[in-house]
């Protein structure tokens, strides 16, 4: 295995009935259904329902809430698996459309070359949104001039982090209009870091005040007032109360999104070219691409007009029963498919596809393409739409015959079983060659930061005939529902008050105390 190179796609979004079914996929994902002919398809249940609470599990191979959460992406942990790829001799390289990667979250460990197409008011307004405010909320702090100093070093940090990589970034697969937006963010960091300097108290005000989407607009504004704010913020308002309820509702589909989606067009050709340029090397690509997840985005309308091309051959799939899914979902996945047809070309041509290991996978389901219930609040979005995804490896050299469950963890140390890479000892995922777990646990604190100190914590539990959903708070643990997974594959019936799933249910707490006793001991549950 040491000449063989290596490729981790990560549709974000895809779920596993993508490729459950051969007939199905060969309509749907007629490439990818080809790259299965060689190699093999699994069931993943992922570590988490989001990209921010799973990132860390699939490149750190920890537990979502493992050092302190998920805050900081995988910045606190020993290693990433991208590190590991490194010392064994691979040319790493990232090429991205996710904007959750973001800075000051140490994905970017262990590459050569980082080639992402963030939207950096974005990156800005999930830091302060989902973080920053929160230290400073008094319920999660009792030492106000405590909790000041943290968010003045933590946005420190951010500021500076935003401006340079902006300023020493690899634009090549940058759209004209993303090279604009950025920056003008790049210059209102530098700012705002100034301001920072002379007067922190007045940002700390700011934080507080300007909601986290228009923040970008009033870096480096001290005390913002007048017609300009009250109109960005009447603006916020529509926008967020409107994209709030259509995300809730079926009925319209469209969404337009906060931030400018870069598209797996925009960055195919750069990929297509690392790849011809590195015949003699030794590379390993991580490619996170975002269309399957902004499936809904009407911010670019010709995008959207394209993927109406491939609107008859589904409508051919659901009148077939081959798919339940909803339209703008799979034409979402046919375009990406079609495109990965360009990318297995570029491997056929140049002589590398054979000797090349692929991943194929996705960090978390979705439940706007198929669900037979109302969309939930995001600590409790763990039902089978939601964390259940494909793991897709090509070329490996066998087929797995043992029975077992996997996780991001598993996934992830999969990849580099098959690929001879030595684990590094913090890793916690078990390969599918090895001895898999017969469990999954799911984790998260829901909306907003990772404060395992004071936020509810939520567990999900899944088992191969069983699944236990449970919230750790304070130090109660509260048994949501459970689900008889055999007799009830779609998670329907809540049996959590019966008698009969009163020992499944006793089992999966066991299994919970064991494998995360350093949170319940922590709480002293």
């Known amino acids: 295995m040491k000449n063989k190179k290596a490729l981790f796609l990560l549709i974000d979004s895809l779920r596993f009935d993508v490729l459950e079914d051969k007939a199905s996929r060969e309509i749907i994902a007629p490439n990818l259904s080809k790259l299965v002919k060689s190699g ?137 209009v993303l090279h604009r937006i950025n920056k003008k963010v790049a210059t209102g960091c530098a700012a705002e870091i100034r301001l920072l300097e002379n007067d922190p108290s007045e940002v700390i005000e700011k934080i507080r005040k300007i909601a986290p989407g228009i923040y970008w607009r009033f870096l480096g504004q001290q005390r913002p007032r007048g017609l300009r704010l009250f109109f960005y913020r009447a603006l916020e308002s529509v926008r967020w109360r409107t994209r709030r309820w259509v995300a809730k509702q079926t009925f319209w589909p469209f969404l337009a999104m906060s931030h400018f989606p870069v598209i797996f067009g925009d960055i195919i050709k750069p990929l297509c ?10 590379w390993f690509i991580h490619m996170h691409m975002m269309d399957v997840h902004d499936c809904r985005s009407i911010s670019r309308p010709l995008h959207l007009m394209y993927r109406l091309k491939f609107f008859p051959k589904w409508l051919y799939a659901r009148l077939r029963g081959l798919t339940k899914r909803r339209w703008l979902y799979d034409t979402a996945i046919m375009y990406v498919d079609e495109l990965l047809g360009r990318l297995i ?74 690929l001879h890479v030595k684990p590094h000892v913090s890793f916690k995922g078990i390969s599918i060659f090895q001895n898999p777990k017969d ?87």
């Open 40 to 176: 093999f398809v699994r069931k993943v249940v992922t570590n988490a329902q989001s990209t921010q609470f799973v990132m860390p599990s699939l490149f750190s191979l920890t537990y979502p809430l493992d050092y302190g959460g998920y805050d900081n992406g995988i910045r606190e942990r020993p290693q990433s698996f991208v590190e590991s790829l490194k010392k064994d001799g691979f040319e790493t390289h990232l090429i991205a459309s996710c904007n959750q990667l973001g800075v000051t979250t140490g994905y970017g460990r262990g590459f050569d070359s980082i080639r992402t197409t963030s939207d950096f008011r974005l990156l800005l307004e999930q830091r302060i949104g989902r973080t920053l405010r929160y230290k400073l909320e008094k319920k999660y702090s009792t030492n106000d001039d405590k909790a000041e100093t943290a968010v003045v070093k933590e946005l420190s940090l951010l500021l500076s982090n935003l401006r340079d990589s902006i300023d020493n970034h690899d634009k090549s697969v940058w759209p004209r």
């Open 439 to 525: 469990f999954v646990i799911s984790e998260s604190c829901g909306h907003g930061d990772s404060n395992l100190s004071h936020r509810d914590i939520y567990f999900t539990v899944t088992t191969p005939a069983h699944k236990m959903m449970a919230i750790l708070s304070g130090k109660f643990l509260h048994i949501e529902k459970a689900y008889d997974k055999l007799k009830d594959p779609r998670e329907l019936n809540n049996l959590v008050d019966t008698e009969q799933m009163q020992e499944p249910i006793k089992n999966m707490i066991d299994i919970l105390r064991n494998e995360r006793s350093e949170i319940f001991s922590m709480r002293e549950v």
């Open 273 to 282: 070219e690392l790849i011809e340029d590195r015949v003699d090397r030794r």
């Open 345 to 418: 070309d570029t491997l056929e041509r140049t002589g590398q596809l054979n000797n090349t290991v692929i991943l194929v996978t996705g960090d978390h389901g979705l439940y706007y393409a198929e669900s037979p219930r109302k969309k939930l609040q995001i600590g409790t979005r763990t039902h089978y739409e939601d964390i259940e995804v494909p793991m897709l490896l090509c070329n490996a050299s066998n087929n797995p015959q043992n029975i077992g469950m996997i996780d991001s963890m598993g996934m992830t140390a999969t990849f580099l079983d098959v």
